[in-house]
Nanobody
Framework: QVQLVESGGGLVQPGGSLVLSCAAS????????MNWYRQVLGKRRELVAG???????NYTDSVKGRFTISRDNVKNTVVLQMNNLKPEDTAVYYC??????????????WGQGTQVTVSS
């Protein structure tokens, strides 16, 4: 089994910064893509940022230039640095990883979610 533990959410004023972290543990042959999603109540879950095992990144347009995703392939962690936060960034943020098992089958795993609130 694979477990994900997220940390780092909270309340911040507009223009502030937060760092979200996600640590994966358990039985994993390798971790492929690691992602951060977010969801506002009543809306679809949105892909915010992703990073491949090789370090290639992608971001949704609304966070480009403000958010940075990074990963540590030894510690099996993924971090989302969020700068210049805006009220519209308020959401529950979820860590998502795609794990390859010993049989070369890829599976999705999700963190428990962490609330980010941007408000004055």
């Amino acid at each position: 089994q694979v477990q994900l533990v997220e940390s780092g959410g909270g309340l911040v004023q507009p223009g502030g910064s937060l760092v979200l972290s996600c640590a994966a543990s358990g039985s994993m042959y390798s971790i492929n893509t690691m992602n951060w999603y977010r969801q506002v109540l009543g809306k679809r879950r949105e892909l915010v940022a992703g990073i491949t095992r090789g370090g290639r990144t992608n971001y949704t347009d609304s966070v480009k230039g403000r958010f940075t995703i990074s990963r540590d392939n030894v510690k099996n962690t993924v971090v989302l640095q969020m700068n210049n936060l805006k009220p519209e960034d308020t959401a529950v943020y979820y860590c998502n990883i795609k794990v390859m098992n010993d049989f070369m089958i890829e599976s999705d795993y999700w963190g428990q979610g962490t609330q980010v609130t941007v408000s004055s």
